[in-house]
């Protein structure tokens, strides 16, 4: 079973349009990373969340940590074509990372 | 730039053949690197991990006889793929961190290799 779930799993959007993502977990997280991969390409690390609430902010990217550690989101503003991926949640463990089930979003002009 | 490389970026090979993917942490040295594989559309799905000087642990399901994993240096492990069938036809990639054993550090990933098998 996997241990984080992503939601949506599909999404396709207009450029300028507004979204967000969701991982989710029945288990309390210690800290969660977000990365995207681009066709063709490994994941790259967006950012990592560790406190409960926290909210951090990558230009037009805003990730917030659930107050509980459950869970946690991505919104994206005015999202542009190169938004373009598959985002992934994941949790970094000291032996190894697991990661959610996906999001992957089409920006289109 | 890059800091794990993975080679090669893209292979085709015929069934019943065995194909060899590296990689290679660049500016770190890697005690532990992680195989990942990824079907179209999907996550990313862990088979193994690869340590330094020791037999690599592989995840539940995943045959170890099938997916042999070296690594022999503190900077490059391998994956070979043995007896290549189509149905190990998928997008393999790498990853390491800088600092092992450690929480929260970012996992650095290989560009990927793209496995078809004919």
């Known amino acids: 079973t996997q241990l984080l779930e992503q939601s949506p799993q599909f999404l396709s959007i207009q450029e300028g349009e507004n979204l967000t993502v969701y991982c989710n977990s029945s288990s309390v997280f210690s800290s969660l990373q977000w990365y995207r991969q681009e066709p063709g390409e490994g994941p790259v690390l967006l950012v990592t969340?560790?406190?409960?609430?926290e909210v951090k902010k990558l230009k037009r990217l805003t990730f917030q940590f659930g107050d509980a550690r459950k869970d946690s989101s991505l919104h994206i503003t005015a999202a542009q074509p190169g938004d373009t991926g598959l985002y992934l949640c994941?949790?970094?463990?000291?032996?190894?990372?697991?990661f959610g089930t996906g999001t992957r979003l089409k920006v289109l002009a | 730039g890059a800091v794990v490389s993975q080679h090669p970026s893209w292979v085709i090979c015929k069934s019943g053949t065995s194909v060899k993917i590296e990689c290679r942490s660049l500016d770190f040295q890697a005690t532990t690197m992680f195989w990942y594989r990824q079907f179209p559309k999907q996550s990313l799905m862990l088979m193994a991990t690869s340590n330094e000087g020791s037999k690599a642990t592989y995840e539940q399901g995943v045959e170890k006889d099938k997916f042999l994993i070296n690594h022999a240096s503190l900077t490059l492990s391998t994956l070979t793929v043995t007896s290549a069938h189509p149905e190990d036809s998928s997008f393999y990639i790498c990853s390491a961190r800088r600092t092992p054993r450690v929480l929260n550090t970012e996992a650095f990933f290989g560009q990927g290799t793209r496995l078809t098998v004919v």
């Open positions: 994941a949790l970094p463990g000291a032996y190894k990372y697991i």
């Open positions: 969340v560790v406190t409960g609430g």
